[in-house]
C-alpha cells in the first residue's frame, strides 16, 4: 500500500523556521519525483517546490524568494520542506506527493505532470 504521511506543522512566529517531513512506504523513491504543495483557505492548491527522486534535480517558483529548500534521505524513505524566513502569507496546509519522475525518461523538467499519491497534509500557522 502507498502511503505519504507529512508531518511537522505547527505554529510559528514570522522570521522563524520549520522543517516538514513526508514519509513515504509502498513505493520506490527513486522512481517517482515528491512535489511539496499548500492550500491556504480560499486560495487554489500551489506547487511550492518539488524534487526528482533519481537525480535530485530540484524546482521552485520564483515568488518564494529561495526561502524553501527541498531535499529527500533515500535510505530513510523520507523528504524533507525546510522553511525559511516565513511569513503569514505562507500559512496554509502543506502536502506532499509523487508522480512518475519526468528526468527517468530524460525529460528536462523535474516535476510531474500529475501527482499519483498525496498525503494528507500538515499544517503550517505563521503569525505576526
Known amino acids: 500500500e502507498v502511503q505519504l504521511v507529512e508531518s511537522g506543522g505547527g505554529l510559528v512566529q514570522a522570521g522563524g523556521s520549520l522543517r516538514l517531513s513526508c514519509a513515504v512506504s509502498?513505493?520506490?523513491?527513486?522512481?517517482?519525483?515528491i512535489g511539496w504543495f499548500r492550500q491556504a483557505p480560499g486560495k487554489e492548491r500551489e506547487g511550492v517546490a518539488c524534487i526528482s527522486g533519481s537525480d535530485g534535480s530540484t524546482w521552485y517558483p520564483y515568488s518564494l524568494d529561495s526561502r524553501f529548500t527541498i531535499s529527500g534521505d533515500n535510505a530513510k524513505n523520507t523528504m524533507y520542506l525546510k522553511m525559511n524566513n516565513l511569513k503569514p502569507e505562507d500559512t496554509a496546509i502543506y502536502y506532499c506527493?509523487?508522480?512518475?519522475?519526468?528526468?527517468?525518461?530524460?525529460?528536462?523538467?523535474?516535476?510531474?505532470?500529475?501527482?499519483?499519491?498525496w498525503g494528507q497534509g500538515t499544517q503550517v500557522t505563521v503569525s505576526s
Open positions: 506527493a509523487a508522480g512518475p519522475d519526468p528526468r527517468r525518461r530524460g525529460a528536462g523538467v523535474v516535476c510531474p505532470g500529475q501527482y499519483d499519491y
Open positions: 509502498g513505493f520506490t523513491l527513486a522512481n517517482y519525483a
